[in-house]
């Protein structure tokens, strides 16, 4: 069975202070895809990233990126120089890749900035 | 940008009564899920949907029911509202070939007194 773990219930930091989400993952799968989603208040789910797991790069998108290690399976997200705006509950979620390639997500963490 | 609605966006009602939540994607999508989330943020899959005439039930066991009788349209009724039942619902739908991005609704808070 698929499980996403995101130990950090809630984070709470000072603006600008970076900052590192953590999300470990189990499956008996050889091939599957990762996920980040962002939920801000409005209660949305906006999608933040896809990582195949066949592609260890890591990645960055302006103050967020991305470390994906398999070895450990681990996908954890880092916001540099955090902002207020960041404030939000993030996901981190596992899917199969054929099939109805269902989410598996992971508790949440809420994240809060403090001006 | 993703055009999937869902409607109402927040429905406080009474026990016992018959409620739908509607989910309608512009996308031509024919992958389609709904999700309840506790109030402690847990997400979990209720049901989903591989097109047309195709319902199945997902990972968390729920009193609701779906039906899928066009592409664009998956609602989900729920008989008789109970407390138990308060909860956020979001829909998402998602496009084979796409590896999977899930395009989500704004969600249904639904609340039951």
């Known amino acids: 069975a698929q499980k996403v773990t995101q130990a950090q219930t809630e984070i709470s930091v000072v603006e600008k202070e970076d900052v590192t989400l953590d999300c470990v993952y189990e499956t008996r799968d050889t091939t599957y895809y990762l996920f980040w989603y962002k939920q801000p208040p409005s209660g949305e789910l906006v999608f933040l990233i896809r990582?195949?797991?066949?592609?260890?790069q890591n990645e960055i998108s302006g103050r967020y990126s991305w470390n994906f290690q398999k070895s450990t399976s681990s996908f954890n997200f880092t916001i540099t120089a955090s902002q207020v705006v960041d404030s939000a509950v993030y996901f981190c979620a596992l899917s199969e890749v054929k099939g109805a390639q269902k989410l598996v997500f992971g508790q949440g963490t809420r994240l809060t900035i403090n001006p | 940008e993703a055009d999937i609605y869902q409607t109402p966006r927040y429905l406080v009602i009474g026990t016992g009564k018959k409620i739908t939540l509607e989910c309608s994607q512009t996308m031509g999508h024919d992958k389609m899920y709904w999700y309840q989330q506790d109030p402690g943020m847990e997400l979990h899959l209720i049901h989903y949907s591989y097109g047309v005439n195709s319902t199945e039930k997902g990972d968390l066991s729920s009193e609701s029911t779906v039906s899928r009788i066009r592409t664009e349209h998956f609602p989900l009724t729920l008989e008789s509202a109970r407390p138990s039942h308060t909860s956020q619902y979001l829909c998402?739908?998602?496009?084979?070939?796409?590896?999977?991005?899930?395009?989500f609704g704004p969600g249904t808070r639904l609340t039951v007194l």
């Open positions: 998402a739908s998602s496009e084979p070939g796409l590896a999977n991005e899930q395009f």
């Open positions: 990582r195949n797991s066949f592609d260890e």
